[in-house]
């Protein structure tokens, strides 16, 4: 009688979880690209090739990861990256570089035209954090190969943008507005300003 009791138990225990979870939604997020400031295009459109990006492993998962403290981190199960950063980061550079350089010949894969005259951008990002209704910062080392057998440009970004609210929706655009920072020091690495 007690065995069948404690059974009895556990099933519904094991139900209420269930039912619990059910009810709980996911959330799914995507960075996006941003109007740049300013174009620094000033000729002809050039070829662009965004390389693989590196990501920290501790957000490379499909759940975001927002700082809590110093040596805390939280994971919410319940929102979401719609599709890997690994994947999404090298989308936004491309669109924001395309704006920046007044290019649609800026992509991830070599299209069209001669491949020798493409300028290749590898991106590691160091850095890809945020506090809820705080601050979003990324930390990205860059390299711009130009074409021919120039030296690479080489570059650091530190970029830190205000959460304009308490939850992951300002969050996500804090950190689009990070990466555009990044995406202007990369073009000016690719076309920078011509003299006064």
Not at 46 to 65: F, H, K, N, S, Y
Not at 117 to 122: G, K, P
Not at 144 to 164: D, N, Y
């Amino acid at each position: 009688k007690v065995k069948r009791l404690s059974l009895c138990l556990a099933v519904a225990l094991t139900m209420i979880t269930l039912v619990g979870c059910a009810s709980s939604k996911s959330e799914f997020y995507t960075l996006s690209a941003e109007a740049p400031r300013e174009s620094v295009s000033h000729g002809s459109p050039v070829i662009v090739v965004i390389g693989a990006v590196t990501v920290p492993e501790l957000v490379d998962r499909p759940q975001i990861v927002v700082r809590a403290g110093t040596n805390h981190v939280t994971i919410d199960e319940f929102a979401r990256w719609a599709e890997p950063l690994k994947s999404q980061i090298p989308r936004v550079f491309v669109a924001d570089l395309s704006q920046l350089l007044n290019s649609p010949r800026v992509s991830t894969l070599p299209i069209g035209g001669d491949a020798v005259a493409a300028w290749r951008v590898r991106i590691d990002v160091q850095r890809f954090d945020a506090s809820l209704g705080d601050v979003a910062t990324v930390d990205v080392l860059w390299s711009v190969l130009p074409p021919g057998k120039a030296p690479p440009i080489t570059g650091r970004t530190i970029a830190s943008e205000p959460c304009a609210g308490a939850g992951y929706d300002a969050a996500v655009m804090a950190w689009s507005r990070a990466l555009a920072t990044v995406s202007r020091a990369i073009a000016t690495g690719i076309m920078p300003a011509p003299p006064p």
